[in-house]
């Protein structure tokens, strides 16, 4: 099975942008999650998206958005970047009870 | 949310076996321990996860306690490719991570 893929792989934007990433899970894993990571923060959780519904939700501003599509993927918008936002975006798939399988990430730089 | 408490770093000798221990006192009963580790520019990588019993695949075993408050990952021989950092997390529907273990391997 393919893994999960998640594009693009590095994205540079301004200060007051918007961004757009998408995710494509593993061939039936209906389970998609998106985290962000820092240095300073570490790894932390944005949301998670069953079925095309949002089933959780972080800790993170409404700026940060996703959904998810009958085909299971998935994509995170982030409206009005700030520097803050420059981080590594990665997207976890998984099906029931099985441990979750992470993409290589976005790497988004925020200018 | 549920916490997870590890020690920040830890060293081993290749080839030796290593045990990465793991705190959750707030464990709940529905909660799943999860390992995950992650290696230098790479995403996070699923290693093992359990209920109440001990676990083992090809990478790795759980050993969980009686009463669930603590668990171990044990690593049976460390190779160079092992030094990353390990993430235990309590599956509550959504992973939090945690800072995690950073584990040194000296050949």
């Known amino acids: 099975k393919a893994g999960v893929t998640q594009t693009p792989r590095y994205l540079i934007k301004t200060r007051g942008q918007q961004v757009t990433l998408s995710c494509s899970p593993i061939s039936g894993h209906r389970s998609v999650s998106w985290y962000q990571q820092t240095p300073g923060q570490g790894l932390q959780f944005l949301f998670e998206?069953?079925?095309?519904?949002?089933?959780n939700k972080g800790n993170f501003p409404g700026r940060f958005s996703g959904r998810q599509f009958s085909n299971s993927r998935s994509e995170m918008n982030v409206s009005t970047l700030e520097l803050g936002d420059s981080a590594l975006y990665l997207c976890?798939?998984?099906?029931?009870?099985?441990?979750?399988?992470f993409g290589p990430g976005t790497r988004l730089t925020v200018l | 949310d549920a916490k997870t408490t590890q020690p920040n770093s830890m060293e081993s000798n290749e080839e030796e076996p290593v045990h990465l221990p793991c705190n959750h006192s707030t464990i709940s009963g529905t909660d799943y321990i999860h390992w995950y580790r992650q290696l230098p520019s790479q995403g996070p990588e699923y290693v093992i996860h359990?209920?109440?019993s001990n676990v083992n695949n090809r990478m790795a075993s759980l050993a969980i306690a009686e009463d669930r408050k603590s668990s171990t990952l044990i690593l049976h021989r460390a190779t160079l490719r092992d030094a990353a950092v390990y993430y235990c997390i309590l599956n509550t529907g959504k992973l939090i991570f945690g800072q995690g273990t950073t584990l040194q391997v000296k050949p």
């Open positions: 976890a798939s998984s099906e029931g009870l099985a441990g979750s399988s």
């Open positions: 998206y069953f079925s095309e519904t949002q089933r």
């Open positions: 359990g209920l109440t």
